[in-house]
């Protein structure tokens, strides 16, 4: 199974940027989709957004504009560039992998937390 590793999160104020990196234990290039998602506190989790292996990307309406993904096969490196947070963007953020759309098999990353303060 695929090992995922997030970093990069903390606490940020209103407006502020951070980037989230994933790194993957096997070549992204073997890897059909990578996701973001996050969780805040008492809500579920919740996708953010999408690349596939072939650099198509997607997002959910509440980041786009804001947040961009990104991946780097030499580092086997998915990143979250995100950009004027808000406080409503405070959540863990997961990385998971997924050779399908709905792959059971799919892997997770112990998370990162992202703070936003107003």
């Known amino acids: 199974q695929v090992q995922l590793v997030e970093s990069g999160g903390g606490l940020v104020q209103t407006g502020g940027s951070l980037r989230l990196s994933c790194t993957a234990s096997?070549?992204?290039?073997?890897?059909?989709?990578m996701y973001w998602y996050r969780q805040a506190p008492g809500k579920r989790r919740e996708s953010v957004a999408r690349i596939t292996s072939t650099h198509r990307t997607h997002y959910e309406d509440s980041v786009k504009g804001r947040f961009a993904i990104s991946s780097d096969n030499a580092r086997n490196t998915v990143y979250l560039q995100m950009n004027n947070l808000k406080p409503e963007d405070t959540a863990v953020y997961y990385c998971h992998s997924e050779q399908y759309i709905g792959d059971p098999n799919g892997s997770w990353g112990p998370g990162t937390q992202v703070t936003v303060s107003s």
């Open positions: 096997i070549n992204l290039e073997d890897i059909t989709y």
